[in-house]
Structure formats: structure tokens, C-alpha cells
Nanobody, 125 residues
Framework: QVQLAESGGGSVQPGGSLTLACTAS????????MGWFRQAPGKEREAVAT????????YYRDGVKGRFTISQDNAKNTLYLQMNSLKPKDTGIYYC??????????????????WGRGTQVTVSS
């Protein structure tokens, strides 16, 4: 059973930084796609960044490229999202997910099997 737990959310001013962490258990293969997603109030969930664990190849949505970095620490079974130069439009609940239901890891799809419960990120002055 795969379990994912996010941490690191909070409130920051525009221009600030946060680092989110997702601790994973039950992921038995490195040939797995994992990612960070967010959902703003009244909007659909969207992919922020994804990574194929065995290769380290990443995908970022337009709008976060150059500001966010997805990374992994395999020894700690942890996925990270470093977020810099945060903007009010980055506000939302951020979720970690693992294992694509189907298709490529790099399309920005939200079609993942396992999800964490999310952590709130608020960017406001």
C-alpha cells in the first residue's frame, strides 16, 4: 500500500520561498512517476511538476519554470518541491502523487493512482 504525506506548507509574502516535502512509503520500484499538483479555490487540480524517479527527468508547467524545482532523496523516500519567488497565484492546496494510471510522466496529466492529503500554501501580502 502506497502512502504519501505532504509537509512544509504555510503562509508567505509574495517573493518568498517554501519547500514542500512528500514522504512516501510502499513505493517499491524506482520506475515510477511522482509529482506535485495544486488546486486553487474554485479551480481544477493542475500538475505543477513531475519527475520519473529512475531517470530524474522532470516536467514543469509553464508559469513555474525557473521558480520551482522538483527533486528526490531516494535514501529518505522523500520528494521535494522548492518554490521560490512565490506569487499570489501560486496559492492553493499542494498535493503529492505517485504512479501514473496511464501515459507519459511528462504531459501535465493529473491521472495518478496514489495521492497525499495535501498541504496549504498561501501567498499574500
Amino acid at each position: 500500500q502506497v502512502q504519501l504525506a505532504e509537509s512544509g506548507g504555510g503562509s508567505v509574502q509574495p517573493g518568498g520561498s517554501l519547500t514542500l516535502a512528500c514522504t512516501a512509503s510502499g513505493v517499491t520500484s524506482s520506475r515510477v512517476c511522482m509529482g506535485w499538483f495544486r488546486q486553487a479555490p474554485g479551480k481544477e487540480r493542475e500538475a505543477v511538476a513531475t519527475i520519473y524517479i529512475s531517470s530524474g527527468i522532470t516536467y514543469y508547467r509553464d508559469g513555474v519554470k525557473g521558480r520551482f524545482t522538483i527533486s528526490q532523496d531516494n535514501a529518505k523516500n522523500t520528494l521535494y518541491l522548492q518554490m521560490n519567488s512565490l506569487k499570489p497565484k501560486d496559492t492553493g492546496i499542494y498535493y503529492c502523487a505517485a504512479e501514473k494510471n496511464s501515459g507519459s510522466c511528462y504531459t501535465g496529466s493529473t491521472d495518478f493512482i496514489y495521492w497525499g492529503r495535501g498541504t496549504q500554501v498561501t501567498v499574500s501580502s
